[in-house]
């Protein structure tokens, strides 16, 4: 039972370039989450999803797009990339009622240059 | 819509101190509420949450919380903190729907 796990842990790009990072959870969670953590801005939420199919924006959408064609995953993409997207990327999933806890995966370091 | 405010954002104790973090949110009804940390290079884990019942809450590792439903506070508390408590508290609040709203964190360190 790996819980949340994120690919790729680290990623440079440049300024345009686009990716896609993959969140995937293993504990058939129907919610599941993207945050940004910057210096003295805590978590901002991007995007989420409350179940297969289906995503909403959060706090912060703009520049990224998400995906959720499968339960266990949930993409996040940056179409190009800013340096204003430099920050640490949390997915977090949760069972979608009302003692929900969140579990949150090692987060992936992007460096927009 | 509901807001989380930490008013402590950065904190420096001495081991064995006592410490206390504070968390208000905005939001009159039914809350849910979560003590998350962050170890240095660690993702988030649950210290410790409140749904419903005793608003005094234990946590992992020694801390505890108290849900005062009067002061909209969630206040988490620790008698005695160690150099291993260094790390980065986020309260987070969950209103209304599933999704929750966290605070900006507080970052905490404890020096021998």
């Known amino acids: 039972n790996a819980g949340v796990t994120q690919t790729p842990k680290f990623r440079v790009l440049k300024t345009g370039q686009s990716m896609t990072l993959l969140c995937a959870q293993d504990?058939?969670?129907?919610?599941m989450y993207w945050y940004r953590q910057d210096p003295g801005m805590g978590l901002r939420l991007i995007h989420y999803?409350?179940?297969?199919?289906?995503?909403a924006k959060g706090e912060v959408p703009d520049g990224y797009n998400v995906s959720r064609l499968k339960k266990q995953n949930f993409l996040l993409g940056l179409e190009s990339a800013a340096p204003s997207q430099t920050s640490v990327y949390f997915c977090?999933?949760?069972?979608?009622?009302?003692?929900?806890?969140?579990?949150f995966g090692p987060g992936t370091r992007l460096l927009v240059l | 819509a509901q807001s989380v405010s930490q008013h402590n954002h950065h904190v420096i104790l001495s081991e064995a101190a006592s410490l206390e973090l504070g968390c208000n949110y905005s939001?009159?009804?039914?809350?849910?509420l979560f003590w998350y940390v962050q170890y240095p290079g660690q993702h988030l884990q649950l210290l410790l949450k409140?749904?419903?019942?005793?608003?005094l809450v234990k946590g992992i590792k020694g801390f505890e919380a108290e849900f005062i439903k009067s002061k909209f506070s969630f206040n988490l508390r620790k008698p005695s903190v160690q150099w291993s408590d260094t790390a980065e508290y986020f309260c987070?609040?969950?209103?209304?729907?599933?999704?929750?709203?966290f605070g900006r964190g507080t970052s905490l360190i404890v020096h021998p």
């Open positions: 939001y009159g009804g039914t809350v849910n």
């Open positions: 977090a999933s949760g069972q979608g009622n009302d003692q929900e806890t969140q579990y």
């Open positions: 409140y749904f419903s019942g005793d608003p």
């Open positions: 987070a609040v969950r209103a209304g729907s599933y999704i929750p709203t």
């Open positions: 999803s409350v179940g297969e199919g289906t995503t």
């Open positions: 504990m058939n969670h129907e919610y």
